[in-house]
């Protein structure tokens, strides 16, 4: 496919852009102040930031291209309309490493054996926002008031502890993304399988295994 990788200098995109190509992808990178022109591509993939999504994805459907996106910390539903009405995909998932989807689908399953459930999230130092869209998305699935831990250090990538707490017995599901090209396989994927989605916004790296 013909992309454009917005934040191929951030730390993940600077691991996914080699992987894309090595995928078979032509893809061209998109910094910061570059121009959003993406007009004629297949697909656009954005890593950036929560403030730099929004206007990122809104320049590529207006230019008629679908979306995967991994930038967390904003909403993508306002975006779901003009996706839909000009018949684009905007593919969105909080996490795109496989393990950490069936963390949270494990998770759903122990949450209607456990009353209660805590999670901690842990990521680098350097990541903007908190709590994470993977734990938001974990306590979402679980229900109830999941009270969720956020803990950001130099030297941590991704990582996320689920606590079940019952009587006499604890039960924790773990899941560390220990390097950057975890997410290149969820990425992938979404890509192979865009044009299966109906228009508009779907969530979820579940939706697509
Ligand atoms: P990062 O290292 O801060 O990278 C973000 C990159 O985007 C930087 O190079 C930044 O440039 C660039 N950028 C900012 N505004 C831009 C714009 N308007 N157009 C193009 N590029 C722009 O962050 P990261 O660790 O790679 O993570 C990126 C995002 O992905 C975060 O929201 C993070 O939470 C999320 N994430 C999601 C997953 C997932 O599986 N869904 C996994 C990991 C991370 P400057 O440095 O010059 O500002």
């Known amino acids: 496919m013909k992309l ?12 996914l852009l080699p992987l894309l190509a090595r995928a078979g992808h032509e893809v061209k990178a998109i910094e910061i102040g570059d121009e959003p022109d993406v007009r004629g591509l297949d ?4 890593f950036t930031t929560p403030e730099a999504a929004p206007a990122n994805v809104r320049a590529a459907l207006e230019q008629g291209v679908s ?12 975006l779901h309309e003009l996706a839909a009405a000009n018949g684009l995909r905007l ?26 459930a805590e999670i901690i ?8 926002d908190a709590p994470s869209g993977t734990a938001r998305a974990t306590a979402e699935l679980i229900g109830g008031d999941t009270v969720i831990h956020s803990v950001r250090l130099p030297g941590l990538v991704a990582h996320q502890e689920v606590i079940f707490g019952g009587e006499g017995q604890l039960l924790t599901i773990r899941h560390d993304t ?3 090209e975890s997410f290149a396989e969820g990425v992938l ?11 508009g916004l779907t969530v979820g790296l579940d939706t697509l295994l």
């Open 178 to 180: 220990t390097a950057r």
């Open 189 to 199: 994927l979404a890509l192979q399988k865009l044009d299966t989605l109906p228009p």
């Open 91 to 116: 593919f969105v998932a909080p996490n795109f490493s496989i393990g950490a989807v069936l963390m949270m689908r494990f998770a759903r399953e122990a949450a209607a054996f456990f009353p209660r």
């Open 4 to 15: 454009a990788l917005f934040g191929a200098e951030g730390k993940v995109g600077a691991v």
């Open 43 to 46: 697909a656009c993939v954005d």
């Open 67 to 78: 979306c995967v996106v991994g930038t967390t910390g904003w909403d993508p539903q306002p």
């Open 121 to 128: 999230e842990l990521h680098n130092e350097a990541k903007k």
